[in-house]
């Protein structure tokens, strides 16, 4: 198995895979974080009205979402501290480590080869790192802070130093898995659950476009602008997104179907046009029958794009008509790509406006 690895001979901040970690994370934390400030201020504006029913809905609207995307900032200067304090500043090393059993506490704990032992929440790390029994680490500084990362994660992890660690607790034994079935794989079946909610994908279009039409209905008697002007900009968002997010759900069935049908992963050799802004992320792939086929990837997830551009390889989990479901084995990712077998180029096909607030930026990808 070939997995995406951090390269060990440049600084950190330097690896092609680090950078578009955090140029991912950045772009995020800036798009969502302008729409917080300006539907605050709106909030701010509501609350000062007179309490109409209109007015007190389109407060309540302003607010859940400068909450939901105002936490994306604050998340983005958790997981940028390891950039502030210089860490990447010095390369990743490959260092080999043990996964100690969980702690009461809920941490993981990972012990390096000399003896240094990093805690944390690593979230899905340590089954990697378990695997591979190896970690790539940046770290620890004079205070004892440190950031991880596995083979096949396009993400990285804070840690601490262990100051006081048990030299009694036991590791985590390392247990041979065969390569069988994409659902035997408890890392697979994991982010299949997250995959079907994809099925459900027009709720993100329909459930606001309801919600603009009540408040656009409660803001008419007594009349309340704030409440109309609100409620009529949710109302037509959500009806203009509904006919993609429809569409993207029909992708998500058929993704769902070929993973369930899968017996087992099919590697296929792709290579990736180089990335435009506003495209989809597109490949050629040498089909398992001998074909050259174009494969468009319409949801693209970050840790598939960054495996197959660093190994070449494209694992299938399963395909249904011209849809396949694309993973990586061992690591918790999915998504799918459409097949169209009769071109070998990308047609100028810009995706929609929608999907233009949650495309990763893959303008880092190698070329």
């Known amino acids: 198995m070939q997995y995406l690895e951090p390269n060990t001979d440049v600084p950190a901040k330097d690896d092609w895979s680090t950078g578009l970690i955090l140029r991912d994370m950045r772009w995020g934390a800036k798009a969502l974080g302008f729409i917080a400030l300006a539907t605050g201020a709106g909030a701010v504006a509501c609350w000062l009205l007179a309490s109409t029913p ?22 983005y200067r958790v997981e940028t501290r390891a950039q502030r304090r210089g860490l990447l500043e010095q390369p990743w090393r490959r260092v080999p480590a043990q996964v100690l059993e969980k702690y009461d506490d809920g941490t993981d704990r990972l012990r390096l080869a000399d003896g240094v032992v990093l805690r944390g929440w690593f979230q899905d790390l340590p089954d990697m790192v378990l695997e591979r029994e190896e970690v790539f680490v940046c770290g620890p500084d004079a205070d004892g802070r440190a950031v991880v990362r596995a083979a096949g994660f396009a993400k990285m992890e804070n840690a601490k130093v262990d100051r006081s660690p048990d030299p009694e607790h036991p590791a985590c034994e390392r247990e041979e898995r065969p390569l069988g079935r994409p659902l035997d794989d408890p890392a697979t079946a994991q982010a299949f659950q997250g995959f079907r909610w994809g099925e459900r994908a027009w709720l993100w279009a329909v459930v606001p476009a309801g919600a603009g039409a009540v408040l656009v209905l409660l803001s008419l008697f007594p009349l309340a602008p704030a409440g109309l002007v609100v409620g009529g900009l949710v109302l037509v968002l ?9 569409e993207i759900s029909r992708w998500y069935r058929d993704a769902v179907r070929a993973v369930e049908n899968s017996a087992q992963w099919t590697p296929v050799t792709v290579t990736l046009f180089p990335w435009q802004p506003n495209q989809n992320v597109a490949g050629l792939a040498q089909l398992p029958d001998g074909r050259l086929a174009l494969v468009q990837f319409v949801v693209p997830e970050l840790s598939v794009i960054a495996n197959i551009a660093d190994t070449g390889v494209m694992w299938i989990a399963g395909t249904h008509d011209d849809v396949i479901a694309v993973g990586v084995p061992r690591v918790p990712v999915l998504t799918f790509a459409a097949v169209q077998p009769d071109r070998d180029t990308p047609k100028e096909d810009p995706i929609p406006w929608i999907q233009r607030f949650t495309q990763p930026d893959f ?5």
Request: net charge positive.
């Open 238 to 246: 959500g009806l203009l997104g509904i006919p993609t997010a429809t």
């Open 363 to 367: 303008s880092g990808l190698p070329r």
């Open 54 to 75: 209109g007015n007190l809905g389109a407060f309540v609207v302003l607010v859940l979402i400068t909450f939901v995307f105002g936490l994306v900032p604050l998340m």
